[in-house]
């Protein structure tokens, strides 16, 4: 890795097809948003606490693959104190034959031909206008822009297109914000989380009534393609829609809006890499952006509840995790295990080769199992679509580098205040 970017400059020259990295990796392109520094050689271990921590690739692939494990964050395990299984809600919090039928049936919204056919002129048409304001303000909040292409793409995938009033992008911001949680190890007191629970319920309610509720109006009246039409089709209340609705939110508003600023943050202090990736195919920058997303993974840990013994194999032995047993599997670490990426798993390489076959070049930031993350080609082709209309501005350059908090929910990184300058 040594000169990397002046080997990459040389083998341009020579005409070599497939050029080292271009990323100067004594400068800018370590990893950016890590909370922790990570331990290599604990793949799996339990805790003071009786929590089993999992680092390693492969004994994370095959428990989140186990049919003995069950959703244990987001929230899933409130409503299981209150809900039988039939009446849980949410594709995130459902488990078993009901889970799997709905997945078989939303999945033709996600599919690459489905996603570049149905979506991808709103794409180009918002992420024109977005970089169109751009040249003329010369200045912009990227974390807002971000959101303003994530919340208008997936409310068409969604079905939230009938608002009452305009507004939603800020009423869906200030809701997820009631939930986010700055770096701190203190508890408020009681009251102050009687206050804010109260507060975002207020929140909700404001969602569904000027959003949500119209959109289910509009689709009674007419099914449309999308996902509030097909729940309507299978028999769903207002309030189980509602958490849909919600679901989708955080899934592809929230988590694409994170992505497309932390690449934007890398290309834009990599110029030599930004040059690549503007004139590459789009299959090669779709898998500069998946090596991103390896290194950055916008969520970085996924919580399940062991529901029966689980065996798995680590460091040539047997790991029993018990029935009962939570869960804590670690993204950034299972990304970044070197038997899977090799060396200098911290650095941004593109054209990294994994070393196992039918492993995804994004590893695990898209999850795996029965839970993995329908929207992976949506996300990554709207980013694709913005930063190459954003990077080609003239002039662009990074004012103010992000601020980086963490979200309580999600337990990944949030970038604010990305101010970007046109010169």
């Known amino acids: 890795m040594q000169d990397a970017q002046g080997d990459s400059s040389a083998a341009l020259e020579s005409g070599d097809p497939s050029p080292r990295c271009p990323v100067d990796h004594a400068a800018w392109s370590r990893q950016k948003t890590a909370r922790v520094a990570e331990p290599v050689d604990l793949p799996v271990e339990r805790d003071a606490n009786g929590v089993w921590q999992i680092r390693g690739f492969a004994e994370a692939r095959a ?9 244990a964050g987001f929230g899933a395990e409130v409503f299981e104190k209150f809900l039988p299984d039939e009446e849980i809600p949410g594709i995130l919090y459902r488990e078993g034959a009901g889970h799997h039928e709905q997945r078989k049936k939303t999945a033709r919204f996600f599919t690459p031909k489905a996603v570049s056919t149905n979506y991808l002129p709103l794409m180009e048409q918002v992420a024109d206008k ?29 079905g939230l297109t009938n608002s009452r009033l305009p507004g939603m992008t800020g009423r869906l911001e200030s809701f997820f914000e009631n939930q986010m949680l700055v770096e701190t190890n203190s508890r408020l007191p009681r009251f102050l989380e009687n206050l804010r629970f109260a507060w975002g319920q207020r929140r909700m309610t404001s969602f569904f009534f000027l959003d949500v509720q119209p959109a289910i109006k509009a689709r009674r009246r007419q099914l449309q393609e999308d996902v509030i039409s097909h729940l309507i089709t299978q028999g769903y209340n207002d309030t ?29 202090e990599q110029p030599e890499l930004c040059k690549r990736y503007l004139a590459a195919p789009e299959e090669e920058r779709y898998e500069m952006l998946h090596e991103t997303l390896r290194l950055e993974p916008v969520l970085a840990h996924l919580m399940r509840r062991a529901t029966a013994d689980v065996v798995l194999e680590s460091k040539g032995e047997q790991v029993t995790i018990p029935q009962g047993a939570l869960v804590d599997v670690h993204i950034y670490a299972t990304n970044s295990d070197e038997s899977v990426v090799g060396e200098h798993p911290l650095e941004l390489c593109p054209g990294r080769a994994i070393k196992e076959e039918n492993i995804p070049p994004m590893l695990m930031s898209f999850g795996d199992g029965h839970h993995r993350c329908p929207g992976a080609y949506l996300a990554i082709q709207e980013t694709d679509v913005l930063l190459q209309r954003l990077l080609t501005v003239p002039g662009l350059r990074i004012e103010q580098p992000p601020q980086i908090r963490w979200n309580a929910i999600s337990a990944g990184y949030e970038l604010r205040k990305f101010l970007l300058r046109v010169d």
């Open 63 to 71: 428990l989140l693959r186990s049919s003995a494990t069950k959703q």
């Open 130 to 158: 977005l970089v169109a304001t751009l040249q003329r303000q010369k200045q912009a909040d990227l974390s807002q822009l971000s959101l303003a292409m994530a919340v208008q793409i997936a409310a068409q995938v969604v």
């Open 240 to 268: 189980q829609i509602l958490t849909e609705c919600v679901t989708y939110a955080a899934a592809g508003m929230v988590t694409t809006r994170e992505f497309i600023s932390v690449a934007a943050w890398h290309l834009l």
